[in-house]
């Protein structure tokens, strides 16, 4: 079982940076998949961002591509979500989800291809 807890969100004004953290316990960090969605209200859960294990490929949604950035420190158990020049449609609960892989260069978009999930952070986007 793996427990993830993210933090970092708050409101910030259009144009603004944020730094998402997500610390993971239980399992082994360094063999999961780790990803980032987003559920603004009244919208279905999408997927942002993925990096894979290795860290070697990480993969966008397309909307994010070029503000936002992944990355991963296995020594610290930890992904990160770099959040720049963020929009007030940028504005959702994000979510840290980890998924068991074969292969550590696995990158994965799809929300049913992740195991555990932590509970959320919200990003409000000030216009």
């Known amino acids: 079982q793996v427990q993830l807890v993210e933090s970092g969100g708050g409101l910030v004004q259009t144009g603004g940076s944020l730094r998402l953290s997500c610390a993971a316990a239980?399992?082994?960090?360094?063999?999961?998949?780790m990803g980032w969605f987003r559920q603004a209200r009244g919208k279905e859960r999408e997927f942002v961002a993925t990096i894979s294990a290795s860290s070697r490929n990480a993969d966008y949604a397309d909307s994010v591509k070029g503000r936002f950035t992944i990355s991963r420190d296995n020594a610290r158990n930890t992904v990160y979500l770099q959040i720049d020049s963020l929009k007030p449609e940028d504005t959702a609960v994000y979510y840290c989800?980890?998924?068991?892989?074969?292969?550590?260069?696995?990158?994965?978009?799809?929300?049913?291809?992740?195991?555990?999930w932590g509970q959320g952070t919200q990003v409000t986007v000030s216009s």
């Open positions: 989800t980890a998924a068991r892989t074969l292969h550590t260069d696995t990158v994965l978009r799809g929300k049913n291809a992740y195991d555990y």
């Open positions: 239980g399992g082994i960090f360094s063999t999961y998949a």
